[in-house]
């Protein structure tokens, strides 16, 4: 399934050590900073087609999720609860508040990516089950 991603390498070193053709340092080096469109396999890895002839593959680490417009993710009583990437910080989402309208009744607010993650977890996530004592 295709996702829109963006290419946020910090850190050349590890695709340095491993790559060992210029060329494809180069289709990295290009692609990062850049937005794309993405097959995200199951292991995590981001499939990018740079070209029509290159790809690259991005480790969980190398890549962001995006969402470039305003998305519906709920309804909070009479208003909607709109959110996407936050244009100032890759890591971090966006979300606000708006009536039926569309107008906004709560101006953005931006969240680390990761606390959004966390959250879901806690109130979402499925308990372990306790171990029996013997």
């Known amino acids: 399934m295709k996702k829109r991603i963006k290419v946020t390498i910090a850190d050349f070193t590890a695709l340095q050590e491993n790559l060992n053709d210029p060329q494809e340092l180069a289709l990295y080096e290009s692609a990062n900073g850049n937005t794309y469109d993405a097959e995200i396999e199951h292991d995590g890895y981001a499939i990018v087609d740079v070209t029509e002839e290159d790809y690259i593959e991005l480790?969980?680490?190398?890549?962001?999720?995006?969402?470039?417009?305003?998305?519906?993710?709920?309804?909070?009583?009479?208003?909607?609860?709109?959110?996407?990437?936050?244009?100032?910080?890759?890591?971090?989402?966006?979300?606000?508040?708006?009536?039926?309208?569309?107008?906004?009744?709560?101006?953005?607010?931006?969240?680390?990516?990761?606390?959004?993650?966390?959250?879901?977890?806690?109130?979402?996530?499925?308990?372990?089950?306790?171990?029996?004592?013997?």
């Open 59 to 134: 480790a969980p680490g190398e890549y962001q999720l995006m969402i470039e417009e305003w998305t519906d993710a709920g309804r909070i009583g009479d208003l909607q609860l709109q959110t996407k990437s936050d244009p100032a910080d890759d890591t971090a989402l966006l979300y606000r508040l708006v009536d039926a309208s569309g107008k906004e009744q709560e101006a953005p607010v931006s969240l680390p990516k990761q606390i959004v993650e966390l959250v879901a977890k806690t109130w979402f996530g499925k308990n372990k089950k306790p171990q029996n004592e013997e």
